[in-house]
């Protein structure tokens, strides 16, 4: 496996492979401190005005582009998002519109949507599911 050649990475994305790295450490160890560890560096990303890639719907006819749900074996509904194009295409062609947006804004716009319980970020591969606990714990609001 080659180091990526991060002159090639979209600027928002360069610095997620440390997310990826985190996510894999919390892989091996599912450890309170891992969790800690790892949401640690996803707000150390966040502040340093780091993006993801977010799957969208493409609009049909006038309506708006919609964020792309999947839905969980509970039958819970999740956003999906990437930290780079490589995590993104393990996915095959499962992923058809993306566009990047910041981490902060993306965790500030689903604590305010009913019916999604957060976001999975990478979920082909390099995996953690954030749910909405999570996600103000990363945004340092109260729980």
């Not at 995590?87 to 965790?107: A, C, H, P």
């Amino acid at each position: 496996m080659t180091k990526q050649d991060n002159s090639k990475v979209d600027e928002g994305l360069q610095g997620n492979e440390k997310i990826e790295e985190a996510i894999l450490g919390l892989q091996k160890e599912s450890t309170q401190e891992m969790l800690a560890h790892t949401l640690t560096v996803i707000r150390r990303r966040m502040k340093e005005k780091g993006q993801v890639i977010l799957a969208v719907e493409p609009p049909k006819g006038l309506e708006q582009i919609q964020i792309q749900a999947v839905q969980t074996s509970d039958g819970q509904s999740w956003w999906t998002a990437f930290t780079s194009f490589e995590e993104e295409l393990k996915g095959g062609d499962s992923v058809k519109s993306t566009f990047l947006t910041d981490i902060d804004k993306l965790f500030e716009t689903v604590l305010q949507v009913e019916g999604i319980q957060g976001i999975i970020l990478n979920p082909w591969n390099r995996t953690i599911m954030l749910d909405k606990n999570l996600i103000r714990v990363i945004l340092g609001a109260k729980a």
